[in-house]
């Protein structure tokens, strides 16, 4: 059973940054696109960014422009770089495969707040 550990989250001041990291337990990155997804408190989890295998990446439109994701095969990790926060993408962040077919973790906890 591959296991997804997800880190990098915290609190951070509106238009700040972070990058969080996903590591996988098993070599999976090099079969499967990847993707992070995030929930926000009463809200479903949606999809936020997705990764192919061979690097084609895609973003929900809210964002573009200020998120990249980012992977590395070899160390079978995944990142997401997130730039100019906003309250709004305060959430737990996951990542998993995509379409979703791993168990989920335990996500990291990213908090936007002045």
């Known amino acids: 059973q591959v296991q997804l550990v997800e880190s990098g989250g915290g609190l951070v001041q509106p238009g700040g940054s972070l990058r969080l990291s996903c590591a996988a337990s098993?070599?999976?990155?090099?079969?499967?696109?990847m993707g992070w997804y995030r929930q926000a408190p009463g809200k479903q989890r949606e999809l936020v960014a997705t990764?192919?295998?061979?690097?084609?990446?895609n973003y929900r439109d809210s964002v573009k422009g200020r998120f990249t994701i980012s992977r590395d095969n070899a160390k079978n990790t995944v990142y997401l770089q997130m730039n100019s926060l906003k309250p709004e993408d305060t959430a737990v962040y996951y990542c998993?495969?995509?379409?979703?077919?791993?168990?989920w973790g335990q996500g990291t906890q990213v908090t936007v707040s002045s």
């Open positions: 998993n495969t995509f379409p979703s077919t791993l168990t």
């Open positions: 098993g070599s999976i990155f090099s079969v499967y696109a």
């Open positions: 990764i192919t295998k061979l690097g084609n990446t």
